[in-house]
């Protein structure tokens, strides 16, 4: 099977011409998202509104935190020279290249034909971009990464760890698609375990992401109590409150179960963690592994 492409949208061809001046709300949709157009397409988001002020591609940009054209362009500013500063526009290749490579090793050639990648600027008057400590991702369209930064002094050295996240996600896609309607709090734990001990045998524990919490005893105990109890419940929005917590889930209008922040991402770390001892499977051999064999192998809630 051929390499896979690894393609960079030119992102910072698009913000030097915003210190220009020279950008429109257009400019933002053409020539920033129409590259990653499949990638709205799947999830039902127009590049354009049929009508004024309809949900396009902006406004879902904005509800996930990143800077568009109607925000201040100081913003553009202060931020695009520390994003160029974590050199993490020289290094994407090396992590999708390196996250190939592990699963090369285990004899899985990844049925994509090219990877593509967007660095964007993240909104700093952003709620979510605040909680996440200025970063986050989204790989859920195997074949479409987008890393969306807000850059500061602790997620400036944690960017290609959160890019070897949102690139196990595309792989693990490929293997056991995600059904935003029939997804479990199993497979949503499972999910972003496995991203994130990818992410760390591939980086380091050091630069594990601010989603999972150094809880205490107590507050594991209790909170895969919580989980155990409801980890079959259904359907994006219902297992979302399981996996943010309560104070994301009243905030985004999902009924709250008792969590803290993270939660669900914290125990499926540990899930994982659980799981590569129990089976002695690598993180690769993990990520193409079905949810009910991971949880039953595990023994995380026995």
Avoid at 99 to 116: A, R, T
Avoid at 217 to 233: D, F
Wanted: proline share 4%; glycine share 8%; aromatic share 12%.
């Amino acid at each position: 099977m051929e390499k896979v492409r690894i393609n960079l949208i030119n992102s910072l061809d698009f913000y030097d011409k915003c210190l220009l001046g020279k950008v429109s709300e257009n400019s933002f949709r053409y020539e920033l998202m129409q590259p990653m157009k499949t990638m709205w397409d799947y999830l039902n988001v127009p590049l354009k509104a049929t009508e004024p002020n309809g949900y396009d591609v902006i406004m879902a940009s904005e509800m996930l935190g990143i800077w568009t054209p109607r925000k201040s362009i100081q913003q553009v500013k202060d931020n695009l020279p520390e994003l160029i500063e974590s050199k993490i526009f020289e290094e994407y290749q090396e992590v999708i290249t390196k996250g190939i490579d592990e699963f090369e090793k285990i004899g899985y050639s990844i049925p994509l034909e090219e990877i593509n990648i967007n660095i964007l600027l993240g909104d700093k008057d952003s709620k979510d971009m605040e909680v996440n400590k200025g970063y986050s991702g989204f790989g859920g369209i195997p074949g479409y990464i987008m890393l969306m930064v807000v850059p500061n002094d602790f997620n400036k050295k944690r960017l290609k760890s959160a890019l070897a996240h949102e690139f196990n996600h595309n792989v693990r896609f490929t293997f056991e698609p995600f059904n935003h309607g029939d997804v479990t709090v199993e497979e949503y734990l499972v999910l972003e375990g496995l991203a994130e001990c990818f992410a760390e045998e591939m980086y380091g524990k050091e630069f594990i992401g601010p989603w999972i919490e150094d809880f205490d005893e107590e507050e594991m105990e209790y909170s895969m109590e919580v989980i155990k109890e409801g980890r079959k419940t259904k359907g994006f929005g219902e297992v979302s409150a399981y996996m943010f917590g309560d104070e994301v889930a009243k905030k985004r209008g999902y009924s709250p179960v008792g969590l803290s922040a993270n939660a669900g991402y914290t125990i499926g770390y540990h899930l994982i963690k659980q799981y590569l001892t129990n089976s002695n499977k690598s993180i690769a051999e993990a990520t193409l592994t079905p949810t009910e064999e991971i949880i039953r192998v595990s023994k995380f809630f026995d």
